[in-house]
């Protein structure tokens, strides 16, 4: 009776010792999982922070564009009024010929 008795107790060890490594190994992984977590938020943290910053950055030179295209575009207006007081008929012939131009150019299909 000795022999089926120690076979039911390595069984039963057996299966305890599988039961701990697979605790063993469920406490590993929830380990390894929230370390991976942690890790993926930081990374998520930190490409958002770059991207800010290079939207930042963007923003300011998109702002400079902006400001200097208007700048110029100001120029032009005050140089464009300076040239129509100096020689208006000048002007009037001009716009009255790519006005001619445009209208026949929008005219044909």
């Known amino acids: 009776?000795?022999?089926?008795?120690?076979?039911?107790k390595a069984e039963q060890s057996g299966k305890e010792h599988l039961k701990a490594a697979?605790?063993?190994?469920?406490?590993a992984a929830a380990g390894k999982i929230e370390e991976l977590h942690q890790t993926?938020?930081?990374k998520a943290e930190e490409f958002r922070k770059a991207a800010s910053?290079?939207?930042?950055?963007?923003?300011s030179v998109a702002e400079d564009a902006w400001s200097s295209a208007a700048s110029a575009g100001?120029?032009?207006?005050?140089?464009?009024?300076a040239y129509i007081r100096k020689n208006?008929?000048?002007?009037v012939l001009v716009a009255l010929g790519v006005g001619l131009i445009v209208g026949i150019g929008?005219?044909?299909p």
């Open 88 to 91: 208006p008929i000048q002007a």
């Open 106 to 108: 929008l005219r044909r």
């Open 40 to 42: 993926a938020s930081q």
């Open 53 to 59: 910053e290079k939207a930042k950055e963007a923003s």
């Open 22 to 27: 697979a605790e063993d190994l469920k406490t």
């Open 74 to 81: 100001q120029s032009w207006l005050a140089e464009g009024e």
């Open 1 to 8: 009776m000795n022999e089926s008795r120690d076979p039911d």
